[in-house]
């Protein structure tokens, strides 16, 4: 299946053109929190509902790996016109293009890398110090690295992202939000006040 993508420079120049479809990031809500383009709405890949997305819609993430997964699964379900952003929010950063910026929080990239480090470490210490069965624990992680590196999906990485570190009481601007989101960007209102 094909996924069309655009770069992030080329929406901006579509947006300011007139073009309104839908921006959905499919990151956690705690990276959404930390940095996300203006207008972006955030719908967590783990929480993506085909039947709830009505296309055309832009679908962007991290560095674009979700994204391009989102956009598989809504075109697998018949959601016409799905895009990808490529690069993601941080080739949109990268770009200058007009972001909301929160508070910091360490990527599910990160946390994934951590995890797996943590516990091929810990099974080649148990299997080492305790019983070589435990050495099992780390081949479990490789396999699992590699399965994921070849099909581009991550188990961990979805498992993470339900974790209760992931998740916010009150994930920041949406849709709804988007007038004096667009205004806190460029400096013409203050978010928090809401500048409705």
């Known amino acids: 299946m094909t996924v069309s993508t655009v770069t992030p420079r080329r929406l901006a120049e579509l947006r300011a053109a007139g073009d309104r479809a839908e921006l959905i990031d499919v990151r956690t809500p705690v990276e959404f929190r930390e940095v996300h383009a203006v207008d972006a709405r955030n719908v967590p890949l783990d929480r993506l509902d085909p039947a709830a997305v009505r296309g055309p819609v832009y679908v962007i993430c991290k560095s674009g790996g979700r994204g391009r997964q989102a956009c598989e699964g809504l075109l697998a379900a018949g959601v016409a016109g799905v895009v990808n952003v490529e690069g993601g929010t941080q080739a949109w950063a990268d770009a200058g293009l007009p972001v909301v910026r929160g508070r910091k929080a360490v990527s599910l990239e990160r946390q994934v890398r951590i995890a797996a480090g943590a516990l091929v470490l810990l099974g080649v210490a148990l299997g080492r110090l305790v019983e070589p069965a435990f050495l099992g624990l780390a081949a479990f992680v490789g396999a699992g690295l590699v399965f994921a590196g070849v099909t581009d999906t991550c188990g961990m990485g979805l498992l993470l992202a339900r974790m209760p570190w992931n998740r916010v009481r009150?994930?920041?601007?949406?849709?709804?939000?988007?007038?004096?989101?667009?205004r806190a960007a460029d400096g013409t209102g203050d978010r928090r006040r809401g500048d409705r």
């Not at 009150?170 to 989101?181: K, L, W």
């Open 170 to 182: 009150d994930p920041g601007p949406t849709c709804a939000d988007n007038r004096h989101t667009r």
